[in-house]
C-alpha cells in the first residue's frame, strides 16, 4: 500500500476565517467556537479495498491526517466521502475546470490538513473497482451505503460519515441517503439533480441529447482512451443511452434500476447548495430535495457562478466547513442560528446579493398573470413574431404560427428567436424569485410538439440575459393532480398522448425556478422555440405549430413578484 505525505496549507486567523465568511453573504456572529484550523500533514493511502456486500471489491484512495507530527493527540477522524464514475486517480491528474468537469469533489489538502479524513471510491466497474458498471442505480447506492459503513469502522474513525462534491457526487448524495445508512451523519449535495428522469434525461419529455452525447463519451473516453484508464475497461460497457431511450417515460425501472431520491426517507441533516444558473440541468433537484425531503435539518442555499467556482471558493468552502464542523465535529459555529435559506437574489447573471429567508418558495410571493397578446412589440430584433407580453388578457381569439423544421432548429442553434413577448419598459425594479407557469394553447400539424420557453431579461439596449427555461413534449402534458400547483406543475410522464393534426390542447410549461431583478428601464421577456438547437430534434418536426392567444383560449405565464 503505497503512502505519500503531503504538507498542510498554511495556518488562516480566525478573523480571517470570519471575514471569508461574511463574504459568503452569512453571519457567523452567533459561533461560540472558532472553526477547525489546517494543523495536519496529509497521509495518502491508494488503492484500498472496501468490498461490499455481494464481494465486489471497490477500490478507494484515502487521504487522512498524520497524527504523528501533529499538535494534538487525535487519532479519530470525521470521514467525507464521494464516489462516483469519474476515476479518483484523476483528482491527480486534472484541474477542476472546464473542460475537466470530472474533478468535483472536495480538495484533500485542504480538507485532511483541518481533521478530516477525505475518501474518494471509484464505483464498481470503473477505475480501478471491479464488477460491472452501473451508474446512477440502486446498486451503486447500495455499493455506496456499504463505502459509507466501512468508513465508520476504520481505526482513524470518528464513526460519523459526512458526504461531499458536485454534480454526480451531489446526485448519488441523494441516492444513498434515501437508504439510510446507520453512520451517515450529513450530505451536502452541491449543484445536484434529484430525479434522474425530470431533472438530467428528459426535460419535459425531450431527451437531453446535446448532454449526454457530450457527456457519456466524455466519460467514457476517461476510461478506454487515455493513459489513466480502467484496468478492467471491459466491465465498462453500459449500453447507458439505449436504457435511457427504451425507458422514455417514467417508470418503475426509474426507481428499481436506476436511482432516483426517495425524498419520504431523506431523513439525514441536508445542505442543499444550488445554482441559478443550473436551469439547465440541477436547480429543480435541489429544491426538489429541499423542499420535500423529510429530514428535520435542513439548509438551502442558491448562489451563482461557473458550475464549481463557489465550491471550490474560499467562501464555499468556509461555508461547508461552518456545516461540517458543526455536524461532524459538535462545534458551535453558529450555522443553525441562521434562518434555513439563504438566495443571492440577481441584478444580473453575474452579480446578487445575498439575502435570508425562511421559506422555499417565499411566503409572500405575489403571483401575477402576464399574458400574451397578439399586438406587435416591435423591439426584437431577428424574432419572427415580435408581440407583447401584457397583464391585460386579449380580447380576440389569434392564431400564431410558425414552423417547427430545420429552421427551427437553426434558429436554436444561434439563438434566434422564433416567437417573443415582451413587456413595456418597466416603471420600477421588479424582482422575480420561485417557480414559473406557462399557460398556452396549442396545435400542430403533426402529431406532437416540442415547446421551448425562455424567460429573459431585456435591457434597453436590446441585450438580453436568459433567467431560466422551460421544456415540455405536448404529448406529455398530462399532469399530476396530486403534485401539482398553481404555479409549478407537475407532469406524469408516465405516458404519451399524441395529437390530432390541427386538435388545440391546453397545456402547462414547468419553467424552472428563478431569481432576477428585471430593473427600471428593462422589458421582461418570454421566448416560445419550437427548438433549442441542442435537445434531440425528432422526426415529427416538419411542420407548422401554433399557440392561441386570448378569448376563451388565453395563454399566460404565472410570474412570482416579491413585493
Given at each position: 500500500?503505497?503512502?505519500?505525505r ?6 488562516l486567523s480566525w478573523?480571517?476565517l470570519?471575514?471569508?465568511?461574511s463574504?459568503?453573504g452569512l453571519?457567523?456572529?452567533g459561533?461560540?467556537?472558532p472553526?477547525?484550523?489546517p ?8 488503492d484500498?479495498?472496501?468490498t461490499?456486500r ?7 484512495d ?5 497524527v504523528s507530527?501533529?499538535k494534538?493527540?487525535n487519532?479519530r477522524f ?18 477542476h ?18 481533521g ?9 466497474g470503473t477505475?480501478?473497482?471491479?464488477g ?11 455499493d455506496?451505503?456499504d ?6 469502522k476504520q481505526?482513524?474513525s470518528s464513526?460519523?460519515?459526512g458526504l461531499?462534491g458536485?454534480?454526480?457526487?451531489a446526485i448519488t448524495q441523494w441516492?444513498?441517503?434515501s ?10 449535495p452541491?449543484?445536484?439533480w ?5 431533472d438530467?434525461v428528459?426535460?419535459g ?8 452525447g457530450?457527456?457519456?463519451?466524455d466519460v467514457?473516453g476517461?476510461q478506454?482512451?487515455?493513459?489513466t484508464r ?15 431511450m427504451?425507458?422514455?417515460?417514467d417508470s418503475?425501472?426509474w426507481?428499481?434500476?436506476?436511482s ?5 426517507k431523506?431523513?439525514?441533516?441536508l445542505?442543499?447548495?444550488g445554482n ?7 436547480l429543480?433537484?435541489?429544491l426538489?430535495a429541499?423542499v ?13 457562478g461557473?458550475h464549481?467556482d463557489a ?8 461555508e461547508m466547513?461552518?456545516?461540517y ?5 459538535g462545534k ?6 441562521e434562518?434555513p435559506v ?8 453575474d452579480?446578487?446579493n445575498?439575502?435570508f429567508?425562511?421559506?422555499w418558495p417565499l411566503?409572500r410571493?405575489q403571483?401575477?398573470?402576464y399574458y ?8 426584437v430584433?431577428?424574432a419572427m413574431?415580435d ?5 391585460t388578457a386579449p380580447?380576440?381569439d389569434?392564431?400564431?404560427s ?13 439563438d434566434?428567436p422564433?416567437?417573443?413577448f415582451?413587456t413595456e419598459p418597466?416603471s420600477?425594479?421588479v424582482?422575480?424569485t420561485g417557480h ?13 410538439m416540442?415547446?421551448f ?6 435591457a434597453?439596449d436590446g441585450?438580453v440575459?436568459?433567467?431560466t ?5 405536448v404529448?406529455?402534458?398530462?399532469l ?9 406543475p407537475?407532469h406524469?410522464?408516465?405516458?404519451e398522448?399524441?395529437?390530432?393534426p390541427g386538435?388545440?390542447?391546453p397545456i ?5 425556478a428563478?431569481?432576477m431583478?428585471?430593473?427600471?428601464g428593462h422589458r421582461i ?8 438547437g441542442?435537445h434531440y430534434?425528432a ?7 401554433s ?10 405565464v404565472?410570474?412570482?413578484?416579491i413585493?
Amino acid at each position: 500500500m503505497l503512502q505519500l505525505r503531503r504538507t498542510s496549507v498554511a495556518l488562516l486567523s480566525w478573523l480571517s476565517l470570519s471575514l471569508l465568511v461574511s463574504g459568503f453573504g452569512l453571519s457567523i456572529a452567533g459561533a461560540t467556537e472558532p472553526l477547525s484550523q489546517p494543523e495536519y500533514d496529509v497521509i495518502l493511502e491508494e488503492d484500498v479495498a472496501v468490498t461490499v456486500r455481494d464481494g465486489t471489491v471497490l477500490r478507494a484512495d484515502v487521504y487522512r491526517p498524520d497524527v504523528s507530527a501533529a499538535k494534538t493527540g487525535n487519532a479519530r477522524f470525521p470521514v467525507l466521502l464521494s464516489l462516483s464514475a469519474y476515476q479518483k486517480n484523476l483528482d491527480r491528474v486534472l484541474p477542476h475546470v472546464a473542460p475537466f468537469t470530472h474533478v468535483e469533489r472536495p480538495e484533500p489538502d485542504w480538507w485532511v490538513a483541518r481533521g478530516y479524513v477525505v475518501i474518494f471510491v471509484d464505483t464498481r466497474g470503473t477505475g480501478k473497482s471491479s464488477g460491472k458498471a452501473d451508474i446512477w442505480s440502486m446498486q451503486e447506492a447500495r455499493d455506496y451505503y456499504d463505502a459509507i459503513e466501512w468508513a465508520a469502522k476504520q481505526d482513524w474513525s470518528s464513526g460519523k460519515v459526512g458526504l461531499s462534491g458536485v454534480s454526480y457526487y451531489a446526485i448519488t448524495q441523494w441516492n444513498v441517503a434515501s437508504l439510510q445508512p446507520p453512520s451517515l451523519t450529513t450530505i451536502v449535495p452541491w449543484e445536484g439533480w434529484a430525479d434522474l428522469y425530470r431533472d438530467s434525461v428528459f426535460h419535459g419529455g425531450v431527451l437531453n441529447q446535446g448532454f449526454y452525447g457530450r457527456w457519456w463519451t466524455d466519460v467514457v473516453g476517461k476510461q478506454l482512451l487515455e493513459s489513466t484508464r480502467a484496468n478492467n475497461s471491459a466491465a465498462f460497457d453500459e449500453n447507458l443511452m439505449w436504457n435511457f431511450m427504451t425507458h422514455h417515460t417514467d417508470s418503475a425501472w426509474w426507481d428499481e434500476v436506476k436511482s432516483r431520491a426517495q425524498f419520504e426517507k431523506i431523513t439525514v441533516p441536508l445542505y442543499s447548495s444550488g445554482n441559478w444558473g443550473g436551469w439547465n440541468h440541477h436547480l429543480r433537484g435541489n429544491l426538489e430535495a429541499y423542499v420535500n425531503s423529510a429530514a428535520e435539518k435542513k439548509k438551502l442555499q442558491i448562489h451563482i457562478g461557473g458550475h464549481t467556482d463557489a465550491f471550490y471558493s474560499d467562501e464555499g468552502k468556509m461555508e461547508m466547513l461552518r456545516w461540517y464542523d458543526y455536524w461532524l465535529k459538535g462545534k458551535d459555529t453558529g450555522i443553525m442560528d441562521e434562518p434555513p435559506v439563504k438566495l443571492c437574489i440577481r441584478t444580473s447573471v453575474d452579480e446578487c446579493n445575498w439575502r435570508f429567508e425562511n421559506e422555499w418558495p417565499l411566503a409572500r410571493t405575489q403571483y401575477k398573470k402576464y399574458y400574451l397578446s397578439p399586438k406587435t412589440a416591435g423591439v426584437v430584433e431577428n424574432a419572427m413574431h415580435d408581440l407583447t407580453l401584457s397583464m391585460t388578457a386579449p380580447e380576440e381569439d389569434r392564431e400564431i404560427s410558425f414552423p417547427s423544421g430545420p429552421e427551427a432548429y437553426r434558429r436554436g442553434r444561434s439563438d434566434q428567436p422564433m416567437v417573443t413577448f415582451v413587456t413595456e419598459p418597466l416603471s420600477e425594479d421588479v424582482e422575480l424569485t420561485g417557480h414559473i407557469n406557462l399557460k398556452l394553447w396549442v396545435s400542430s400539424e403533426t402529431e406532437d410538439m416540442d415547446v421551448f420557453a425562455y424567460l429573459r431579461d431585456m435591457a434597453p439596449d436590446g441585450s438580453v440575459e436568459t433567467a431560466t427555461r422551460g421544456i415540455l413534449k405536448v404529448s406529455h402534458r398530462k399532469l399530476d393532480a396530486e403534485l401539482s400547483t398553481p404555479y409549478r406543475p407537475y407532469h406524469s410522464h408516465d405516458e404519451e398522448q399524441k395529437l390530432t393534426p390541427g386538435e388545440v390542447v391546453p397545456i402547462e410549461v414547468e419553467i424552472w425556478a428563478t431569481s432576477m431583478v428585471f430593473k427600471k428601464g428593462h422589458r421582461i421577456r418570454l421566448d416560445v422555440q419550437p427548438h433549442d438547437g441542442d435537445h434531440y430534434f425528432a422526426a415529427y418536426k416538419l411542420k407548422n405549430n401554433s399557440i392561441y392567444l386570448g378569448g376563451d383560449r388565453a395563454s399566460y405565464v404565472l410570474l412570482p413578484v416579491i413585493p
